[in-house]
C-alpha cells in the first residue's frame, strides 16, 4: 500500500463540543529527544473517541469510514477499526510515530493557514512527504509501515483519524500501545 492523498466531501456541519467531551493528552520533548524519531516524541492535543462522537463529527466519520472501506475494497475490518476527532490548538502537534494499526486515514476538516502540516517518511531515505492541511483533504498510508508526524500548529487543526486493520493484522496490535499513545499526562 502506498501513500494516497484525495478530497472527500464533508457534507455535514460540525463544531467542536465542549471540553467535557475530549480528553486532552500532554507529553512534553526533552532537549535530548529533539528530532529524534520514535524516540520520546511530543503530544499536545485534544482527542474525542469514536463512542463520544456527536452530531455532525459523528455524521463525517461514519460517511468517512464507509468511503474508506469502498476505496480499499472492503479489505479493512470495521469490527477493529478505530475513529477519532483530535484538535491541535495553538502550537499543538505529536512528534514521529507509527501506529498500530495496519491502515491509517486522516481527513482534514478545517484549513490552517500556516503550519500543522502532516510529514510522512513514506520510504527510508527519501525525503518526507510535507502535506498541508486542508478542509475536505483526505490522506490514507500504512500508519504501521510509514513514520509520520504533526507538525506544530499555530492556530487550530482538526482531523478526523480512521484506524484499521486488515484481515490477520489485529492480532499483531501490541496490547500496551494504547497506554503509549494516549498516556502522558491526561486532564
Same mark, same amino acid.
Not at 505529536?94 to 486515514?105: F, M, R, S
Not at 478545517?110 to 527519501?126: E, R, Y
Given at each position: 500500500?502506498?501513500?494516497?492523498?484525495?478530497?472527500?466531501?464533508?457534507?455535514?456541519?460540525?463544531?467542536?463540543?465542549?471540553?467535557?467531551?475530549?480528553?486532552?493528552?500532554?507529553?512534553?520533548?526533552?532537549?535530548?529527544?529533539?528530532?529524534?524519531?520514535?524516540?520520546?516524541?511530543?503530544?499536545?492535543?485534544?482527542?474525542?473517541?469514536?463512542?463520544?462522537?456527536?452530531?455532525?463529527?459523528?455524521?463525517?466519520?461514519?460517511? &468517512? *469510514?464507509?468511503?474508506?472501506?469502498?476505496?480499499?475494497? $472492503?479489505?479493512?475490518?470495521? !469490527?477493529?477499526?478505530?475513529? %477519532? @476527532?483530535?484538535?491541535?490548538?495553538?502550537?499543538?502537534?505529536?512528534?514521529?510515530?507509527?501506529?498500530?494499526?495496519?491502515?491509517?486515514? &486522516? *481527513?482534514?476538516?478545517?484549513?490552517?493557514?500556516?503550519? $500543522?502540516?502532516?510529514?510522512? !517518511?513514506?520510504?527510508?531515505? %527519501? @525525503?518526507?512527504?510535507?502535506?498541508?492541511?486542508?478542509?475536505?483533504?483526505?490522506?490514507?498510508?500504512?500508519?504501521?509501515?510509514?513514520?509520520?508526524?504533526?507538525?506544530?500548529?499555530?492556530?487550530?487543526?482538526?482531523?478526523?483519524?480512521?484506524?484499521?486493520?486488515?484481515?490477520?493484522?489485529?492480532?499483531?496490535?501490541?496490547?500496551?500501545?494504547?497506554?503509549?499513545?494516549?498516556?502522558?499526562?491526561?486532564?
Amino acid at each position: 500500500m502506498n501513500l494516497t492523498i484525495t478530497k472527500f466531501a464533508i457534507d455535514h456541519a460540525w463544531e467542536w463540543p465542549s471540553t467535557s467531551a475530549a480528553r486532552k493528552v500532554h507529553k512534553r520533548q526533552t532537549a535530548s529527544e529533539i528530532g529524534k524519531p520514535g524516540n520520546g516524541a511530543f503530544r499536545d492535543y485534544e482527542i474525542i473517541h469514536d463512542r463520544d462522537l456527536r452530531d455532525g463529527l459523528a455524521r463525517i466519520a461514519r460517511d &468517512l *469510514l464507509h468511503t474508506v472501506h469502498e476505496m480499499l475494497e $472492503g479489505v479493512i475490518l470495521p !469490527q477493529h477499526s478505530r475513529v %477519532c @476527532a483530535k484538535r491541535y490548538t495553538s502550537g499543538g502537534g505529536q512528534g514521529w510515530h507509527v501506529d498500530g494499526n495496519d491502515v491509517t486515514a &486522516l *481527513l482534514y476538516l478545517d484549513s490552517p493557514t500556516q503550519g $500543522g502540516q502532516t510529514i510522512i !517518511q513514506t520510504h527510508d531515505g %527519501c @525525503a518526507p512527504e510535507e502535506i498541508a492541511p486542508e478542509a475536505g483533504k483526505l490522506i490514507i498510508f500504512p500508519g504501521r509501515e510509514m513514520l509520520h508526524m504533526a507538525a506544530r500548529c499555530p492556530t487550530t487543526k482538526t482531523i478526523i483519524i480512521l484506524n484499521l486493520y486488515r484481515p490477520g493484522t489485529y492480532e499483531c496490535r501490541p496490547p500496551e500501545l494504547d497506554a503509549i499513545v494516549y498516556g502522558g499526562r491526561v486532564d
